[in-house]
């Protein structure tokens, strides 16, 4: 288990925090646990409060966003579901043979898989890093299958939950990944092996918390990819650096506000609990947490189609994508990017405004000569 976890005791603040929380997605609901996708996306996008406290709280996004009449299209078809379990169970099949010869094991009958059944997340996770304490002194190689690790997210554990764990003979710890998308000709489409990687990032930062307190253990800044050879079912590995991804995620997870800031700011009474609130006091309730919403929440959150007709509502940049919000320094909504164009409002020392007056007059030009 992570050792920002503690193994003492819970502390009064965090129980306090807990019971916050709860009353925050509705007592009667089971929390949604954060897994390394959905941390991955927080990373990508630190700056909002909104998902960070609705992930800390394990709101249900899904069901929240079809509550506000934004349902989401965001996530996995049932089909890629059911076709991703059958491949991983292929890749796993007699102890991990197929996987462990796409690690260069001759024997892969030698191979240790121990067991890491626990109850609950925490004793799985306390498991998890004993198995692992344990495969290294043993110095053989030894195959984890779905570990659970534990991660500190603003001032919230999240338990993470990897495909397989392999430990070397040399103490080294290496993250697997196994996705369905089909590796052609050696390479597989590179947004998809982006996200794999991402994903992968986080697996391998929770994994250094474990390996910092365990003798003679390093993890692999580099993770194995396994997908589908040339549209077959036949498994074909792929070593991703992940170094840059890691260096990112880190960073970003630093910055996030912790959860119990961003609680403490609400107002006296705010819920998110679908099955007691209607729609209006749902919209009132998300209306009060800070968003960042930006283009590219649409393939990364649940929320996105309520926080994009909200920005859009507001006539704010966010709408338009993080690299023109910050072309645009101080000007804040469509209108007043527009009015600068025009003349009508801005500093003509701002370079910003500089520049929008410049484009309009070349446009002007421009259909000014196309009309002739």
């Known amino acids: 288990m992570s050792e920002s976890l503690g193994s003492g005791p819970v502390r009064r603040p965090q129980t306090t925090l807990r019971h916050q929380l709860a009353e925050l997605r509705g007592p009667a609901t089971a929390p949604r646990p954060l897994d390394a996708r959905a941390l991955a996306a927080l990373a990508a996008n630190p700056g909002c409060k909104r998902r960070a406290l609705l992930d800390g709280a394990g709101v249900d996004k899904a069901a929240l966003a079809s509550a506000l009449g934004a349902p989401s299209g965001f996530g996995q078809s049932q089909f890629a579901f059911m076709r991703g379990n059958a491949f991983e169970a292929k890749v796993k099949a007699d102890g991990g043979m197929e996987l462990m010869r796409l690690l260069g094991v001759a024997e892969p009958g ?29 110095g053989a190689w030894s195959l984890l299958d779905h570990p659970m690790l534990a991660l500190e997210v603003a001032g919230s554990p999240a338990y993470l939950e990897p495909d397989a764990v392999v430990v070397r003979p040399d103490g080294r710890w290496t993250v697997v990944e196994i996705k369905s998308f089909p590796m052609v000709d050696g390479s597989a489409d590179a947004a998809k092996v982006g996200a794999a990687a991402r994903q992968a990032a986080v697996y391998v930062l929770a994994l250094e918390r474990v390996a910092a307190l365990t003798e003679g253990a390093s993890v692999a800044h580099s993770v194995l990819l396994v997908c589908p050879k040339d549209f077959s079912n036949q498994p074909a590995g792929s070593v991703v650096d992940v170094r840059k991804q890691l260096s990112v995620t880190r960073r970003q997870l630093a910055r996030l506000t912790r ?13 998110f609990d679908v099955a007691a609130c209607s729609a209006e006091q749902l919209a009132a309730a998300v209306e009060a947490v800070p968003h960042a919403y930006a283009p590219e929440c649409l393939a990364a959150c649940e929320l996105a189609f309520h926080c994009r007709d909200r920005a859009r509502a507001a006539d704010a940049v966010e709408a338009l994508g993080r690299s023109v919000r910050g072309e645009l320094g101080g000007l804040t909504t469509v209108g007043a990017v527009l009015a600068a164009a025009r003349g009508e409002s801005g500093d003509p020392d701002d370079p910003a405004v500089s520049a929008l007056r410049r484009a309009a007059a070349l446009r002007a030009e421009s259909l000014e000569g196309a009309c002739r």
């Not at 890491?116 to 890093?129: D, I, K, N, V, W």
Request: no cysteine; charged share 25%.
């Open 110 to 138: 030698d191979v240790r898989v121990p067991d890491l059944a626990a109850a609950g997340p925490e004793g799985r996770a306390a498991r998890t890093a004993l198995a692992l304490r344990e495969a290294t002194a043993a």
């Open 259 to 271: 959860i119990e800031d961003i609680a403490a700011a609400l107002p006296e009474g705010v819920t």
